[in-house]
């Protein structure tokens, strides 16, 4: 607000002195303030590139390294061959790669239907107690080490049965992908508006029809993406497969028999002294990151193609 005009001892006029100087002062104040602001502004955004940085860096770094020993192992007979013999050259990883394949598989179809049951239920019935231990329990899987669900199934499976086996493997396996599964999926099915279920329930559908046909199919896409990182999750575990599985040097798809796998044939390789073994370790594990990588792109592909669909 302008300040009015004292009458000067000349007869004319002149503005008061205090007023001109407080307007000064002022403004020399916001322009320290922006000033100030501009500065953290900048600090606060070099901070979070660094921040960045440190995450984006040593995930590279393996990428790069990993795909510079891996790669020169990679040829046809890597994906064709069986192992050679030990101080033989050449060879594959044909059994440890349709190995883990079969495993993973055998995890998704114990592992997912039983995640995504258990979050159709805590987020549409689930308000009681029950509801509670079932969330504690998810909780508290997921940060369970991978080795005690492998002890977990050596004794559910292993031990009854009198020997290793593939079932045993997927069987650990799956219960690992379980919370990941219920965690995702229960949040994405909370995403869902209450007013699609009300409309449903408004037309007499009753609730099992409206989560079966409006809840589920508005939350495929988030049930899609948690689906592939439980698989990411379980692809390159080595320890619950040491209890279960245990390994095979001969090509077997049964599942009541041990069969091999990628992470326990990249661990038997690596802490072996042969330099041959050593070479097809990396391009076991090369291939095995390629799997994960490949997973996530393709979670990502068919999320966004089913939001342009859903548009």
Same mark, same amino acid.
């Given at each position: ?8 001892? &000349?007869?004319?006029?002149?503005? &008061?002195?205090?007023?001109?100087l407080s307007q000064l002062a002022w403004s020399g104040f916001s322009v320290l303030h922006y000033r100030r =602001? ?8 070099? *901070? ?41 050259? +050449? ?18 179809? $114990? ?20 509801? &509670? ?17 492998? $002890? ?30 219920? =965690? ?11 007013? *699609? ?18 809840? *589920? ?13 439980? $698989?990411?999750?379980?692809? +390159? ?17 049964s599942l009541l028999q041990p069969i091999a796998s990628l992470p326990v044939q990249i661990y038997t390789y690596a802490t072996t002294p042969y330099p041959e ?6 391009? +076991? ?12 792109? *393709? ?10 669909? &859903?548009?």
């Amino acid at each position: 607000m302008n300040r009015p005009f004292l009458p000067s001892t &000349d007869g004319g006029s002149s503005p &008061d002195a205090s007023y001109v100087l407080s307007q000064l002062a002022w403004s020399g104040f916001s322009v320290l303030h922006y000033r100030r =602001r501009q500065l953290v502004d900048r600090l606060v955004t070099l *901070l979070t590139g660094l921040a960045v940085l440190t995450a984006v860096v040593p995930l590279f770094s393996i990428l790069i390294y990993v795909g510079v020993r891996g790669l020169p192992a990679l040829n046809l007979a890597f994906f064709t061959q069986m192992p050679k013999p030990i101080g033989e050259v +050449g060879g594959g990883m044909l059994n440890a790669i349709v190995g883990s394949i079969l495993l993973v598989g055998l995890a998704a179809i $114990i592992g997912l239907p039983v995640g995504i049951m258990a979050a159709i239920y805590l987020s549409e019935y689930g308000r009681g107690r029950l509801a &509670d231990i079932i969330r504690l329990f998810t909780e508290v899987m997921s940060g369970l080490p991978s080795i005690v669900v492998g $002890i977990f199934a050596y004794a559910l499976v292993v031990r009854p049965l009198h020997h290793f086996s593939a079932l045993a493997g997927g069987i650990a396996l799956g219960v690992l992908m379980i919370p990941v599964v219920t =965690r995702t999926t229960e949040e994405m099915i909370r995403m869902v508006p209450q007013s *699609l279920r009300e409309a449903g329930l408004a037309l007499g559908l009753p609730k099992w029809r409206v989560i079966v046909s409006i809840v *589920l199919p508005a939350a495929v896409n988030g049930i899609i993406t948690g689906a592939m990182l439980s $698989i990411a999750r379980v692809a +390159g575990e080595t320890a619950p497969l040491l209890f279960t599985a245990l390994n095979n040097a001969f090509f077997s798809i049964s599942l009541l028999q041990p069969i091999a796998s990628l992470p326990v044939q990249i661990y038997t390789y690596a802490t072996t002294p042969y330099p041959e073994l050593h070479r097809l370790a990396w391009g +076991g594990a090369f291939v095995l990151v390629m799997m994960v990588l490949i997973t996530n792109l *393709l979670t990502r592909f068919l999320v966004r193609a089913g939001y342009q669909v &859903d548009r």
